[in-house]
T-cell receptor, first 113, second 115 residues
Framework: NAGVMQNPRHLVRRRGQEARLRCSPM?????VYWYRQLPEEGLKFMVY????????ESGMPKERFSAEFPKEGPSILRIQQVVRGDSAAYFC???????????FGSGTRLTVV | AQKVTQAQTEISVVEKEDVTLDCVYE???????LFWYKQPPSGELVFLIR??????QNEISGRYSWNFQKSTSSFNFTITASQVVDSAVYFC????????????FGQGTRLTINP
């Protein structure tokens, strides 16, 4: 059973472009979380999704950021019109149900130039 | 509100020394989970332990041990006979048992083990 797969591993975008980060949860996992690790700020929760539903997006910036977890396919974190301050590592985690906790992927390192 | 404090920003020791990483937390929940994660230089997050707040027994796993003290809201992590491969950033985290169970992380402690 493969772990949580995130791609790309590294992503470089110019200011103003869109960034799309993908997360394929472990097989059978219907809960997905996204966290962001900004330099000097530590790891922060962004959003929690179950299949086709956003459950908690209290950590998402109000503008330019969106997340989805469709019935089929990976979860996507989308950042529109990226700015230098979006440069960070973005981690996805998945869980079969919350009793067992969750497993993190290896992260996507976004660099905005 | 929940908060996790790791007061030690960086620790450097010589190989084979024992080292303890401190973690203090704040929460109003009566039950909660506490975690430790390791982030090696390669960048991934490696799960080390999850502890439920009603289980105050200390845990040992090989060279790793955890001391949970509910009375002082601390969940400290000790590495015995440290090795160079233990060099990493270590994060303590807290979550509620109910609801979304989103993790609140401490700022991390960068541990360097020198040969």
């Amino acid at each position: 059973n493969a772990g949580v797969m995130q791609n790309p591993r590294h992503l470089v975008r110019r200011r103003g472009q869109e960034a799309r980060l993908r997360c394929s949860p472990m097989k059978g996992h219907s809960h997905v979380y996204w966290y962001r690790q900004l330099p000097e700020e530590g790891l922060k929760f962004m959003v929690y999704l179950q299949k086709e539903n956003i459950i908690d997006e209290s950590g998402m910036p109000k503008e330019r950021f969106s997340a989805e977890f469709p019935k089929e396919g990976p979860s996507i974190l989308r950042i529109q019109q990226v700015v230098r301050g979006d440069s960070a590592a973005y981690f996805c985690a998945s869980s079969p149900d919350l009793v067992y906790g969750y497993t993190f992927g290896s992260g996507t390192r976004l660099t905005v130039v | 509100a929940q908060k996790v404090t790791q007061a030690q920003t960086e620790i450097s020791v010589v190989e084979k020394e024992d080292v303890t990483l401190d973690c203090v937390y704040e929460t109003r929940d009566t039950t909660y989970y506490l975690f430790w994660y390791k982030q090696p230089p390669s960048g991934e997050l490696v799960f080390l332990i999850r502890r439920n707040s009603f289980d105050e027994q200390n845990e040992i796993s090989g060279r790793y041990s955890w001391n949970f003290q509910k009375s002082t809201s601390s969940f400290n992590f000790t590495i015995t006979a440290s090795q160079v491969v233990d060099s990493a950033v270590y994060f303590c985290a807290l979550s509620a048992v109910q609801g979304a169970q989103k993790l609140v992380f401490g700022q991390g402690t960068r541990l360097t083990i020198n040969p």
